[in-house]
């Protein structure tokens, strides 16, 4: 039987989506409405459903960095984003968790 791919950083990555937007709920000041999994990991919406924010939360283990976001793919993060760009829709956001280290 073949070995299944280790899916650690899938669920790491499903944690720390749900970790952001649980912050954002509770800084939350103007009775915005979140929306995991929307547009991107998270989209932001004012009381009359008007997208405000796009968001897509990182955790690499090094610095983000353009290359990390994989510029070039056609479904990556970029181009998924640009009509809402065009459009003046609303402004699309990277959140990189990085890992903290002590001083």
Not at 4 to 11: F, G
Not at 13 to 27: E, K, M, P, S, V
Not at 49 to 72: F, T
């Amino acid at each position: 039987m073949p070995l299944l791919p280790d899916a650690t950083h899938v669920y790491k990555g499903f944690r720390l989506q749900a970790l952001y937007t649980l912050y954002r709920i509770l800084d939350d000041k103007m009775n915005l409405v979140f929306e995991p999994e929307g547009k991107e990991d998270l989209s932001v919406l004012d009381s009359n459903s008007n997208l405000k924010e796009v968001i897509q939360v990182k955790a690499y283990s090094k610095n983000l960095s353009l290359s990390s976001l994989k510029p070039k793919k056609l479904n990556s993060f970029f181009y998924r984003v640009r009509d809402l760009i065009v459009n003046n829709s609303a402004p699309p956001s990277v959140a990189s968790l990085a890992k903290c280290r002590k001083a």
